[in-house]
């Protein structure tokens, strides 16, 4: 037996909205998933700049040149650019 | 004695239990999509070795197709939860079989590398977002009350799919090869789908019944037609105008980067540390068995005590257990670990649709629970690439393991933030004004029927 009334049209009128969170921007909630976001961009930089300091010192090594006359890879230089801390 | 059985019943609220209700029907359905679905994307870990060995490709190369894979179906899942709001779960996961039906056949016939890019990490990707992701909303409609209960039953399937689908995996791949392997994988995996979506029902309404925990006195719950569609657009509205919601995703991605930089990660590390490939192997398989137990139990007690309170302790376990692999030297020290960090590992995910259902309440939970799933799709592809990146960078796992600590301890401070989950964030989704009430002795009194009509406190 199946419910005869689920399809049936209605007329639902809004509900009210007062006394619920969705009267609030989501300030909080954005902003953790965006302070996630920063973060992990932050980690994923620091350890690329770290990998390609690693890369560019090892090429220097073997090329027999100091490190400011080996070449980096664009992606390299531009991990090494974005981390304050390399 | 009867008497006795009666009393256990009342006090630990197993009168209002029925095995007989075609929602178990539906969890078990739910079960076994997961095992399908979910199961080939574990195994992946099997599949390395033969394709290096078949065409001579590199691992990182393969290993790209399980990330592109990872993101593909992170990014597919808010649009899968949709469809499943809008068309309904079975229509969305008969269309995800198909593409699980071609993917696992172009990718058993690949023979170059783009191939297996297209066919796995794209396809695939795909058809595991359409199959996984309106299933769990689709159960959660089954559910009046005790939602937590089916949650747990279901999420179980997580955790003994992977394990059972490895095995079988392995041992097609020695007797017949890995392409036979995937032919064969995937038509039984296409058949067993397609059987059991001839007996799966979007909702009780669909099926012509009401739904597990339903009172004498609840109204049905509008799910379908016109005004449906309409309501549930503006609920949605609502929903992303909640604090929860982005939050909620958040958590998700923390919580999936935390232990999957542990999950990838524990084999290479026990393997550094001394341990044999099999022992390390072990260390993995304990994981998942001890935490089918908090998938589970998670549920359970998130509706009964509070979701915000287990999810906390899941995650501050979680973040503070991985702290035992910086002293594990031994194969008894990864055991301990195993154990002890896998309660909390298996609770950490399994809370998410009773936690939706207390603050959004019966509204359907298709598209927020895809966003959810986006969240923790991106924190499972970030967590699987970080073990290797930190390893090939320091040369040991260390900074892997204070990564999934940090991020496991950053969802953990994520979830104090949210609102409290005993209280619904939005309206009550709308109710027929059509069903009966009756009075206030027989209100709460649970329909152990099936059937929409018949006495509301008669017996089975």
Known sequence: ?86 | MRNAALWFDKKLGLEEHSIAHYAWVIVGIAGVVQMVGAAIRMAFGVLIDPLVAAFGWTPGSIGLAYALMSIVTALSSPLAGYLGNRFGARKTMAAGTVLFFIGMMWTSQTKEIWELYVAYGIVFGVSQALLLVPVVPAVASWFRRHLGLGTGIMMVSWSLGPALVVQVLAVLFNTVGWSQAFMIVGIAGTATLAVILLFFRNTPEEAGKVAYGTYSSDKPLVTSGNIFVSTQQEFQGYVYKTNAFWNLINIHFLGCVGHAVILVGIIPLGISKGLGPLTAAGVLTTISIVSVITRLIAPILSERLSAKTVMFIAFFGQGVGVFLLLTANSTLDFYIFAVVWAIPYGGEGTAFPVVNRQYYGHSPMGTTYGWQLLGAGLGMALGGVLPGMVFDITGTYTWAIILSAAFSLAGAASIVLLDKSKRQLIPDWPVMETGAVSTDAAARSPVRSNQPGSNPVSGD
């Not at chain 1, 220097?60 to 006359?69: C, F, K």
Request: net charge negative.
């Open chain 1, 1 to 86: 037996m199946k419910l005869a009334s689920s399809n049936e049209p209605m007329d639902i009128s809004s509900p009210e909205l007062d006394g619920f969170e969705i009267k609030r921007r989501p300030f909080l909630g954005f902003g953790l998933l965006m302070s996630s976001v920063i973060g992990t961009l932050a980690v994923l930089i620091y350890f690329g700049a770290w990998a390609s300091t690693d890369r560019i010192e090892n090429r220097a090594l073997a090329a027999g040149v100091t490190e400011s006359h080996a070449e980096g890879e664009w992606w390299e230089d531009g991990l090494i650019f974005a981390c304050p801390l390399h």
